[in-house]
Nanobody, 126 residues
Framework: QVHLEESGGGSVQAGGSLNLSCKAS???????LAWFRQPPGKEREGVAAIDSDGTMHFADSVKGRFSLSKDSDKNTLYLQMNRLKPEDTAMYYC?????????????????????WGQGTQVTVSS
């Protein structure tokens, strides 16, 4: 069973930054890792993903503000969030898949992922 653990959430003012971490218990050569978020009362949405070959994907709403990095030695994925806006307020989830679904369904589609973390809350005040 793959375990994902997020950390780094918190409360910040608009314009601030946060760096989220997702530590995976296992990362293989075919692993796709992603961040999703679910604002209060809304559907879960894809934020960013990194393919096994290092290709990155970002939602239009976060392009130019959020970035991804990965520490392979620590099996950890980071989401650096800059210039945060109140609409970024959400529970942020890390997701992983080890097969073909992210390629077939799209790397920012929640249905493509088999494993999920418990989430970390991000609150941005105006």
């Amino acid at each position: 069973q793959v375990h994902l653990e997020e950390s780094g959430g918190g409360s910040v003012q608009a314009g601030g930054s946060l760096n989220l971490s997702c530590k995976a218990s296992e990362v293989t050569g075919s692993t796709v890792l992603a961040w999703f978020r679910q604002p209060p009362g809304k559907e879960r949405e894809g934020v960013a993903a990194i393919d096994s070959d290092g290709t990155m994907h970002f939602a239009d709403s976060v392009k130019g503000r959020f970035s991804l990095s990965k520490d392979s030695d620590k099996n950890t994925l980071y989401l650096q969030m800059n210039r945060l806006k109140p609409e970024d307020t959400a529970m942020y989830y890390c997701a992983a898949d080890y097969g073909v679904w992210p390629t077939l369904r799209g790397p920012l589609q929640s249905s493509a992922y088999s494993y999920w973390g418990q989430g970390t809350q991000v609150t941005v005040s105006s």
